[in-house]
């Protein structure tokens, strides 16, 4: 079965307050085992937020760079691509694939 699962660890003094309502957040993230087709579901309150925006992807180690990743606002997922822009088969295993992202949203 398809694992949803992203492990995640807030990246200290990754914060911060834009006007009243946008806040930023930097999240390390690392993939699952076994990734689901669409993409992973990216839910605001994991990452401290009432709403997310927009997710930008930073820094990426070695075994993310044949990849790229794209938050689809409206599903709410973190998708990932291969080189040929095609999303991995399901149950692919992405766990060595870990990521910076940052969060902008309320």
Not at 82 to 97: F, H, I, K, V
């Amino acid at each position: 079965m398809a694992n949803d699962t992203l492990t995640t660890a807030r990246v200290a003094d990754g914060e911060d307050v834009l006007g009243s309502h946008q806040r930023l957040t930097t999240w390390d993230t690392t993939l699952s085992d076994s990734y689901v087709t669409g993409g992973y579901t990216i839910t605001p309150q994991r990452f401290g937020l009432k709403v997310v925006r927009a997710v930008l992807v930073g820094e990426v180690n070695t075994a993310a760079l044949g990849y790229t990743v794209q938050y689809v606002s409206s599903t709410g997922k973190l998708a990932v691509l291969t080189g040929a822009m095609a999303q991995p088969a399901g149950n692919t295993d992405l766990s060595t694939l870990t990521l910076r992202l940052l969060f902008i949203g309320e």
